[in-house]
């Protein structure tokens, strides 16, 4: 079992590597360390020890789905931008290589333990580009370290996760809890998941699904925990108000998951600096289901933003 997936991980890195990109392992504080794929051009020595340099072009920061780790679900992306753009793919807290011995499973935590890892590549602002859990935390960031996040693209998420939304979404799609659609347990679940995910999910054979339910859902109980975490009562949420960054908005028009209505309430509570775009013919994962047309419009959102950093 997990076969497949054992074998395309290397395949996988190993493009990624062609592409420009090296994975990295660093140490936040004891205790807790990150996975990041970086630059390779950033990577240095000096006394045999390895240094990391600021990069020469725009940097921009990819945070991953909580269905996947980093290169899972921006390597499509991470081909298209790294010949002008130094790209950093890191992987969240329990997901990929990272991990912590620390508590905390908040949203807050995982932008200030991302936060943290950028500044130990020296690495002062960024574009942040964020898909579903990674665009909440991406919001997190950006309210946290309003110098480091200059500028935001955003896909399938929400400002924050709260109660309401999340009993209107459970209600939509048949469940009693996030983890139901995104810590499945059996084949069915997965394939639920990725139903509910894309506009239209590809044919894969059974075997392929129970390799990935076999190898990408590590840490579950530390990932049900960051689920639980997620969602905040109403009455705590954050404003929409005062993100000093301009925030694009690129959805599928078939996001069974935060629909082009709730997207556009949500641009228009941002206000004047954000924007709206959708992608016809896809789903919540809109950079796998059309990467081409994803990655076009996002290369031009970036040409626009990098202009003013």
Not at 27 to 33: H, L, Q, V, W
Request: net charge neutral.
């Amino acid at each position: 079992m997990g076969n497949t997936i054992v074998l395309l991980t290397p395949l996988l890195h190993g493009l990624v590597k062609l592409a420009g990109l090296t994975p990295q392992t660093i140490e936040i504080e004891p205790g807790t360390t990150m996975n990041i794929w970086v630059p390779k051009e950033t990577v240095t020595k000096h006394d045999q020890n390895i240094v990391y340099v600021p990069p020469t072009k725009p940097a921009v920061l990819l945070l991953h789905s909580f269905a996947m780790d980093g290169i899972f679900t921006w390597f499509l992306q991470v081909f298209a931008l790294t010949r002008e753009y130094a790209v950093y793919v890191p992987d969240f807290l329990f997901f990929g290589g990272s991990i912590t011995d620390r508590n905390e499973r908040t949203a807050n935590f995982q932008a200030e333990f991302v936060a943290k890892g950028l500044g130990k590549l020296n690495v002062e602002k960024v574009t942040l580009v964020g898909l579903s859990y990674g665009g909440m935390v991406g919001f997190k960031m950006a309210k946290m370290y309003p110098n480091l996040v200059k500028s935001m693209v955003v896909s399938g998420t929400v400002v924050e996760l709260t109660e309401s939304i999340s009993l209107e979404s459970y209600k939509r799609l048949g469940l009693m809890r996030w983890s139901d659609l995104l810590m499945p347990k059996t084949v069915e679940g997965l394939k639920m998941m990725f139903s509910i995910g894309f506009h239209k999910v590809p044919w894969v054979p059974d075997f392929i699904y129970r390799d990935l339910l076999e190898t990408m859902f590590s840490n579950r109980k530390e990932r049900n925990e960051l689920l639980e975490a997620l969602v905040v009562s109403d009455e705590d949420a954050t404003s929409y108000t005062n993100y000093p960054q301009e925030i694009h908005m690129v959805w599928g028009d078939d996001d069974k998951i935060f629909d082009l209505d709730l997207a556009t309430t949500m641009k228009t509570r941002l206000g004047d600096k954000a924007s709206l775009e959708w992608i016809k013919d896809a789903g919540h994962l809109v950079p796998l289901e059309q990467p081409f047309k994803y990655n076009k419009r996002l290369k031009c959102i970036l040409e626009h933003v990098t202009k003013y950093q």
